[in-house]
């Protein structure tokens, strides 16, 4: 289970590329739209993201999609957060276009491990390819009469975000090994998510993202954080507001 957001963060509804973000960084699953011969063919997938927001795909040389993308590598993935809605059609959907590229980024992959802990026990087989998607377009749908088409640069981090990118591993191991008790304090008080066991597996410039067995919970920062500087001031600060939530 995901818990998408959070009250803290600000509200992303007025800025609709940020809203297009979040759901790509916090939806861990998504519809895969490929093309078999022309035809359309959908299938689920897992996601991840990279640090500047890419959404990152690893699929098996096995699946129909995978020789889907060979032969045409132009996808569309459907991301959405209908669940808590009474009706569906009244949540945040966005439908994203793009292409799809294998990479060979070791930091990209142990993301999408991170994101999928299960995925450890294949991510390094032969046959097994991690995917980069990079957004033409999105076509986002917030709402009743909030529907719009978002460049494909929009939904990516602009500027350099190496910095945060190269620092994740250590700032992760960090805050998992000397601040657990901090770690706990974000699901607990930021998002009422209580009890032992949350470890954070993942920051990125715009949040941080945490897992407990199968549950994951994602924290938006109020901005942009772009290096590790900024990161341990971000983390400080959602601390002092964890503790203010419970004051």
């Not at 590790?228 to 971000?234: L, M």
Request: net charge neutral.
């Amino acid at each position: 289970m995901t818990i998408l957001g959070n009250k803290n963060a600000g509200d992303p509804s007025g800025d609709p590329s940020r809203l297009a973000r979040r759901l790509i960084r916090g939806r861990g699953r998504a519809a895969l739209a490929t093309s078999l011969d022309g035809h359309p063919y959908a299938s689920l997938v897992a996601t991840a993201a990279d640090t500047a927001g890419n959404p990152l795909l690893l699929l098996s040389d096995l699946a129909q999609h995978s020789a889907n993308i060979k032969a045409d590598s132009r996808v569309s993935l459907l991301f959405e957060d209908t669940g808590a809605h009474a009706d569906p059609l009244a949540g945040p959907r966005l439908s994203l276009l793009g292409d799809a590229r294998p990479v060979d980024d070791g930091p990209a992959r142990a993301r999408f491990v991170a994101r999928h802990p299960t995925a450890a026990r294949y991510a390094g087989f032969s046959d097994f390819r991690l995917y980069r998607v990079t957004a033409t377009r999105g076509h986002l749908v917030a709402g009743f009469g909030r529907i719009e088409w978002i460049d494909g640069a929009a939904l990516r981090i602009a500027g350099d975000v190496s910095a945060l990118a190269q620092a994740e591993t250590a700032i992760v191991e960090h805050m998992n090994r000397d601040h657990a008790d901090a770690v706990a304090l974000y699901a607990a008080r930021v998002l009422q998510r209580g009890g032992e066991g949350w470890r954070m597996t993942g920051i990125d410039p715009e949040g941080i993202d945490l897992c407990r067995e199968t549950e994951t919970v994602r924290i938006e920062f109020t901005g942009i954080v772009a290096d590790p500087a900024a990161a341990r001031t971000a983390l400080i600060a959602l601390a002092e507001r964890a503790r203010a939530e419970g004051a």
